[in-house]
């Protein structure tokens, strides 16, 4: 059976498929080894240096698993920076290095149960225990999810967080310690004061990455393709910013403690996950112990259908041999652990008829070509739409209307067309153009030069306006709960809002008079806008939807606005006036002052402000009341905790604060010093309660944790006593 590798390390391979590499003939296997290597190098440099892979995962394995059995039947090809001998890829020289005090390892890979089962076999034989089917009492694995994130190692001293590095080649990584402080679930301070070094995978949930995308393909910007890419790009960023702006989240997985009289702590696996968690570290608990290949086996038929269900990626599960000592007699083979390997589920793709390709008009006008499709079930669920991207995409994969088509999920999450399959083409099949005209308002289309994107320049198209005003009442924008598609259409075709402003003009007779409506529900609403009406500055640049800035260049801009026009002294509502009046002026040239920011999305801002619409949209927002604040002062990136009034203090928010998002207030808190966090423990400083705070705030009194209202949080923020 044949036994495979990750990215980064090969293994042996079975006798046929050595022998098949045989049948080549040295001449024919140093052509093709010479084509395989420059390939995998440059397939693991767009991976581990770029997050921008341009081969999948199984066609990856597939040339690496031939490139091993070229070697395995040809040893004098090997070189010692071949594919095969490497684990990631080398330093991008953007980050300081950190070297390892152990190597990261990399895993082999097997993709179906007999190999598997060879594996088992494999482990016996090394450990001299009798091979299968007898019992094996002394051997039991433990099986655990496979996070499809980035590698990451965490040193503690004392209980306190001090470096954090990147895999890197598994020897030395990158130095990401300021951007791994920005995620929430890893702590500053472990429940011990333990020295240890902690491995593990930092990935972005599956909701975060299609809202990236999402808002990414709205700004006219290139999606990513995968959140294993987007979360190790964003992990990767020189700007800490932006990190903390993504949501990334982490499993630990490994322990490396030493107690006093220099022994391991732990004696196994499943120890060290248990310790993982006393220590207050996130430990999946998803995993099974105690098995046998058998259960094994089971678990893996367990979780090929049900991580669907997960709020994450996974692509396999990550078996192990318990037990340590057996471990350190199982010893490595190419740089790669003969105790534990990798099972990868296959790639879910389903063949369906792609029955039309119908333009859409987004907020900014952006026409986006998307899919309809023969519905077909595919990762858990029933797809019928996806989307296309843009025009260059559909005629970068020859796609036709009335093909059959390849369809997978992206990360398990977006549908996504893979490719056609032409052999099954009758002659029938039409090329998509892009219409000439909005097919909304009518209005000529229009083109970016030298860019793929295709929009309606009309800023009061029907189309636009309601995808505008969904945005700005939406979760990324003024987030007014209540204020769904349904009502917003209806508001929209009554004649009720034509504004933003007009949001904050609704009395509780207009609302009653919505279908389905009772004075309940409409004074729900009406409170809902009112708690909108004072948003940080951030949010309600972002509820503008303003071209090719998302969630984290709002921040930014909000920072750079708040030191342009300081607002101490000032009323909140005449500081929100001032800046409305203000930004029309501001050139693009200033506008690239705003960090992160280049010279396009300068002029895409500047543009923005500079236009009569928006000027008439911000002075119609004031009128209405709306209430801008000024961002807390932030911390510059690398100065420590020491300088703000949150100073090494956590803090967690529970419950619905009138005048703060979740979001927002987190951010509030890290601008103050302090880490937001999502549990409470005996190491949380302050628990915020708002209403309906639930089970943290019976759990804070239970542990004498200082709660504040929503009035001590404002002052705790700024400062005050």
């Not at 083409?425 to 090329?431: H, S, V």
């Not at 090719?548 to 930014?556: F, K, L, N, R, S």
């Not at 409305?580 to 690239?592: G, K, M």
């Amino acid at each position: 059976m044949t036994e495979s590798k990750d990215r980064t390390v090969g293994l042996p391979v079975a006798d046929e498929v050595v022998d098949a590499a045989r049948v080549l003939g040295a001449d024919a296997a140093g052509e093709r080894h010479a084509e395989l290597v420059p390939t995998l190098r440059r397939a693991s440099e767009l991976y581990y240096q770029q997050d921008a892979p341009e081969l999948s995962d199984a066609d990856y394995d597939g040339l690496m698993r031939e490139l091993v059995a070229i070697e395995t039947a040809f040893p004098a090809l090997i070189t010692p920076d071949s594919p095969t001998q490497r684990v990631g890829a080398a330093l991008t020289g953007a980050f300081g290095e950190v070297v390892h005090g152990r190597p990261m390892l990399s895993l082999g890979n097997v993709f179906d149960q007999d190999e598997l089962r060879a594996f088992d076999q494999r482990v016996r034989r090394g450990l001299g225990l009798a091979p299968a089917p007898d019992p094996a009492p002394d051997l039991r694995y433990v099986a655990e999810l496979k996070i499809d994130g980035l590698a990451i190692s965490l040193r503690y001293e004392r209980g306190l967080f001090v470096q954090g590095a990147t895999r890197g080649d598994g020897t030395t990584g990158e130095d990401v310690t300021t951007n791994l402080r920005t995620i929430s679930v890893l702590p500053e301070r472990l429940l011990e004061a333990a020295t240890a070094e902690v491995r593990g995978e930092v990935f972005m949930p599956k909701a975060e990455f299609a809202r990236i995308n999402a808002e990414r393909e709205e700004s006219g910007l290139p999606t990513y393709a995968n959140p294993r890419n987007s979360g190790a790009g964003s992990l990767r960023q020189q700007d800490p910013r932006v990190t903390a702006g993504r949501r990334l989240s982490s499993w630990t997985y490994q322990l490396i403690e030493d107690g006093p009289d220099g022994q391991p702590t732990v004696g196994s696996q499943s120890e060290a996950l248990v310790r993982l968690a006393a220590l207050g570290l996130p430990v999946n608990p998803d995993r099974a112990e105690g098995l046998d290949i058998d259960g094994v086996c089971r678990f893996l038929e367990e979780w090929r259908d049900k991580r669907h269900e997960l709020p994450y990626e996974t692509d396999g599960v990550v078996v192990k041999v318990d037990r340590f000592d057996q471990q350190e007699r199982l010893g490595m083979v190419a740089r790669a652990p003969r105790w534990a390997i990798a099972y990868k589920f296959p790639p879910e793709q389903v063949e369906t008829v792609l029955e039309d390709i119908v333009p859409y008009v987004g907020r900014t006008g952006t026409l986006t070509p998307v899919a309809h499709m023969r519905p077909a079930r595919v990762a858990g669920s029933t797809v019928a739409r996806a989307t296309l991207h843009n025009l260059d995409e559909v005629r970068r994969k020859d796609l036709r209307i009335g093909d059959w088509v390849v369809l997978q999920k992206a990360g398990d999450v977006i549908p996504e067309v893979v490719r056609p399959l032409p052999e099954r083409r009758t002659g029938a099949e039409r090329i998509f153009e892009m219409p000439a005209a909005c097919p909304v308002c009518g209005t000529a289309v229009a083109r970016d030069e030298g860019a793929v994107r295709v929009y309606c320049p009309n800023q009061t198209c029907p189309a636009r306006l309601a995808q505008e005003f969904a945005h700005f009442a939406g979760r990324g924008g003024m987030d007014i709960e209540g204020a769904g598609w349904a009502v917003l259409e209806q508001l929209l075709a009554r004649g009720l809002v034509r504004t933003r402003g007009d949001f904050y003009r609704l009395t509780i007779a207009d609302l009653v008079s919505l279908d389905r409506f009772a004075r309940k529900s409409a004074e729900n609403l009406r409170a809902s806008i009112e708690r909108s009406r004072r948003r940080p500055l951030a949010r309600v640049l972002n509820s503008l939807g303003i071209p090719q800035v998302g969630e984290q260049t709002a921040i930014d801009l909000a920072g750079w606005i708040a030191e342009r026009w300081p607002a101490q002294g000032m009323d909140p509502r005449e500081w929100t006036a001032l800046v409305a009046r203000s930004l029309p002026t501001v050139t693009t040239e200033e506008f690239q002052e705003v960090p992160g920011v280049g010279a396009v999305v300068a002029g895409s801002i500047a543009g923005y402000f500079g236009a009569p619409e928006t000027a008439a949209v911000l002075t119609d927002l004031v009128d209405a009341g709306v209430v801008a604040e000024p961002p807390a002062r932030r911390l510059a990136p690398g100065s420590g905790a020491a300088a703000g009034p949150l100073a090494g203090k956590s803090v967690v928010v529970t419950g619905t604060l009138s005048g703060w998002d979740r979001a927002a207030a987190e951010e509030a808190i890290r601008a103050a010093g302090g880490r937001a966090s999502g549990s409470v423990s005996k190491n949380t400083s302050y628990l915020v309660a708002g209403e309906n705070a639930g089970s943290k705030l019976a759990k804070a009194q239970e542990l004498g944790v200082t709660v504040l209202d929503e009035a001590g949080f404002r002052k705790l923020v700024a400062g005050e006593p």
